[in-house]
């Protein structure tokens, strides 16, 4: 079980530095490769809103990548993870 947007996704393919470490490893085995997917936030906020809408360095709890920060997400981003 793997989810569809897995070769697409701006969160699995960022930087390779980020790939290989050991937490977005975590994150792709508990997210992208199990019943999780239908939880991940990426998800849920590109259905409601559009692809164009998830910020790149967001991971699929809502929260962004380590050591980046949420100030160019959009509004839309921003409240949506405010209410999880
Ligand atoms: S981060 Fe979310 S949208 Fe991206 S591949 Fe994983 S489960 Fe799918």
Redesign the pocket.
Known sequence: MV????DT?D??NCCEQFKKSIVAKG??RM??ESEK?NE?I??KL?AKYGKEIVPKNM??NGSPLPSTSTSDWDEKALQYRKHL
């Open positions: 989810c569809e947007k897995l996704c969160f699995v994150f792709i997210y992208c997917m991940c990426r998800k590109s991971m699929p």
